[in-house]
């Protein structure tokens, strides 16, 4: 069994999609010879040649705009964003067009694309770099948004996703490319794609957290031991739609949530947690729920960016307050 | 020309101290044309018109039949049957002569504009009312006529288009003039100055892409002329993408068909793209809900009319084809009986539910939104019985 990258994962997960049906087709900027930016389509374009791994111009919303065109003419193509800050010139052919197709044509018209951005912190970026809009896709009906937190889920998830119907804004945690991890490519998916997973069991207090705050969220879990406290992780994976059965249930059995993410705080997915749980589980809630996030400001210069980004000991003082309330 | 050219330009300039051109008098315009306003034909060295008089009698009752329809719908709207329309008055030319010169594999990517395009590839008029009226956004099956839904969000489709035509490319539909295939794309003089336009005709360019770019320029952007949205002849611009471009008179259907036959054969062998700028007239308001006679002159809508794309057809057909009056009573008395049929059918229009458009949002129902649709079903039971 081979240790694979974060990357690695998606990038074969093109390539078994690519290699399991002829009308997926990868397209953006540098991901040609050159593998994108972070090499996630390394070696496609030798493999599947030009036409299917497609060089854009430098225009975002050509990108989506065409892959709505070759979407309705039967394709399968798979956008890459090459930076989370660069998908604006984008977000009216994904807003207008990819998200409402299929509702505006009462269900005839199908929009099976999906949007790839690395997202989030971390770098050392120059700015427009290092952004996590989650929210502003997730808000918007008729997109489904997902992150891989793992190169496991990163293999199967890119997979799920470009076999989904339904446009899929796919966030990939750019700080998070080179994890690694054992990938079984023989053992099929353990999850449907809007599904999430518990990461570690616990009784105190879950953290729910997506893409790059996983890894961050399971060392605060394990240095919690320390303290006597047994949180749960929840890696969300989707989110839009949310699993709302997996976050009640672990709710109701720790008592406690807080929620972790780099976007900023104020409407952050977080803010959409925090009302459902509270919704569902408001009698079996010991405390608010809380949240771990990205300040209201933009993106700060790099040499603050650790500063900004919820880290453990972040995490950890907010998993203070939630017990002590 | 009267346009300034690029190098005449001075580099800095407050916009205000601009030279700015006069829109330009039709008489000064050059372009294709191969029937005069006086229902001439004439001959151009580059373009012909190969039908016979049988095909210009065909795009005749077209033209008619159209505009009957815009006529009809404009009059639903006065009485509240539609929310807002659309009209295409004084653009029939530049739809019926394009949208004829289309084979039944190649894909149309229209405007909200496009009713004789629409027309042409056998949409049910009624279909088009739909949006107009509320009742849903289109919703016609874009693979039933090769009619993608109109485009409100102007200039996006162009970019549907050239990626549409790239799927062509790559299905090897496209080699043969006559039986390979190719898509057009229709805008606006306003959606040219679009960051959209402007991508997919680079994108078209670059890839070679089997599309025809075909606008529209009918001098006004709602209430902003052609001189807000450029400084040269919109066909101008193909050149500096690297394709060609050529103007038409876009009231002129012989020229309309001519033209769009060339780029479209041109496409389908895999030559690429082409802009087709169709130089015609919005004789009538943007939409309903538009007053033009606060931003243009009275005088300029007379000089057009003098251009009119259907009476020009009726003058040749009466007489150098011998068509007599009976004809063309027969084709109005044609066009009333559709309007009937369309207004009855407006009328009868079931109103849609709520409750099912839920279903539509994606193709796999979120548990989310299928609770808000019970919830909501829930909620407007509640009130059977009771009146409004």
């Keep these: 069994m081979a240790k694979i990258s974060l990357g690695k994962g998606i990038n074969m997960g093109l390539r078994a999609a690519m290699e399991a049906d002829p009308k997926v087709v990868v397209m953006g900027e540098d991901i040609g010879k050159l593998g994108g930016v972070f090499r996630v389509t390394e070696g496609l374009q030798k493999d599947f040649g030009e036409d299917r791994v497609i060089d854009t111009p430098l225009a975002e919303s050509g990108i989506i705009g065409t892959a709505v065109g070759l979407a309705l003419r039967g394709y399968r193509p798979v956008c890459e964003i090459q930076f989370d800050g660069f998908v604006f010139p984008a977000y009216d052919q994904i807003i207008n067009q990819v998200a409402k197709m299929h509702y505006r044509s009462l269900g005839k018209i199908k929009m099976p694309v999906v949007i790839r951005i690395p997202f989030g912190g971390g770098i050392g970026a120059v700015e427009h770099h290092s952004e996590s809009p989650e929210s502003l896709f997730a808000h918007v009906a008729g997109l489904k948004v997902v992150s891989c937190g793992d190169p496991v889920d990163a293999y199967w998830m890119i997979q799920q996703a470009i076999a989904s119907d339904d446009p899929v804004v796919f966030f990939e945690p750019k700080r998070r490319y080179h994890e690694k991890a054992e990938l079984d490519e023989s053992v099929p998916p353990a999850l449907p794609l809007h599904q999430s997973k518990v990461i570690r069991e616990g009784t105190d207090a879950t953290l729910f957290c997506w893409g790059p705050m996983v890894k961050t969220c399971v060392q605060a879990a394990e240095a919690a031991v320390e303290d006597g406290r047994q949180l749960e992780v929840v890696d969300l994976r989707t989110i839009s739609p949310l699993d709302l059965p997996a976050i009640f249930a672990s709710v109701k059995k720790t008592r406690r949530a807080v929620v972790v993410h780099e976007a900023p705080f104020t409407l952050g997915p977080g803010a959409e947690l925090a009302a459902r749980i509270t919704e569902e589980c408001f009698y079996h809630l010991e405390a608010p729920v809380l949240r771990v996030a990205g300040f209201d400001m933009p993106y700060p210069p790099s040499r603050m960016e650790e500063e900004y980004l919820p880290d453990l000991d972040r995490v950890l003082d907010v998993v203070d307050r939630v017990m002590e309330y | ?388």
């Excluded at chain 2, 001439?40 to 329809?69: C, N, Q, T, W």
């Excluded at chain 2, 009466?318 to 007599?324: E, I, L, P």
């Excluded at chain 2, 979120?366 to 829930?378: D, G, M, P, R, V």
């Design chain 2, 1 to 388: 020309m009267s346009e300034s050219v690029p190098g005449t330009v001075p580099e800095v300039f407050a916009p205000h101290e601009a030279p700015v051109s006069p829109p330009q008098a039709s008489e000064e315009v050059e372009f294709v044309q191969l029937l005069t306003p006086e229902g001439e034909r004439v001959k151009h060295p580059d373009y012909s018109f190969d039908l016979d008089d049988e095909a210009i009698k065909g795009f005749y009752r077209d033209m008619v039949l159209v505009r009957r329809i815009d006529t009809e719908a404009t009059a639903l709207q006065r009485q509240g049957e539609l929310g807002i329309w659309a009209s295409l008055l004084g653009q029939e030319a530049a739809q019926i002569g394009s949208g004829r010169a289309l084979n039944s594999k190649d894909m149309v990517f229209p405007t909200y504009r496009e009713h004789g395009v629409a027309f042409c590839q056998g949409v049910d008029p009624l279909r088009l009312l739909g949006l107009f009226r509320g009742v849903d956004q289109g919703a016609w099956d874009p693979r039933d006529n090769n009619f993608h839904l109109y485009t409100i969000v102007i200039g996006a489709q162009t970019l549907h288009a050239t990626g549409y035509a790239m799927g062509q490319q790559r299905d090897h539909a496209i080699g043969d003039a006559e039986n390979g295939e190719a898509t057009i794309a229709y805008f606006g003089d306003g959606a040219s100055s679009q960051g959209d336009v402007n991508e997919a005709f680079i994108w078209a360019s670059v890839f070679n892409a089997p599309v025809v770019f075909f606008c529209q320029n009918n001098q006004w952007a709602i209430s902003e002329p052609i001189d807000r949205q450029t400084r040269i002849p919109l066909y101008q611009r193909a050149a500096g993408f690297g394709f060609p471009g050529v103007r038409v008179d876009g009231n002129d259907v012989l020229a309309t068909y001519a033209v769009s036959q060339q780029a479209l054969k041109r496409a389908r062998e895999g030559s690429g793209p082409t802009l087709v700028e169709a130089y015609t007239y919005r004789m009538g308001a943007h939409t309903t809900s538009d007053d033009p006679t606060k931003y243009r002159l009275n005088e300029d809508l007379e000089h057009w009319k003098l251009k009119d794309p259907i009476a020009r057809v009726r003058a040749y057909l009466t007489r150098s084809a011998g068509v007599d009056a009976e004809w063309f009573d027969q084709i109005d008395a044609d066009a009333d009986k559709i309007a009937a049929e369309l207004r009855a059918g407006c009328l009868s229009m079931p109103d849609p539910s709520l409750t099912d458009f839920f279903d539509h949002v994606y193709v796999e129902q979120t548990a989310q939104l299928a609770e808000q649709k019970q919830q909501y079903a829930a909620y407007a039971a509640s009130f059977e019985g009771e009146g409004h």
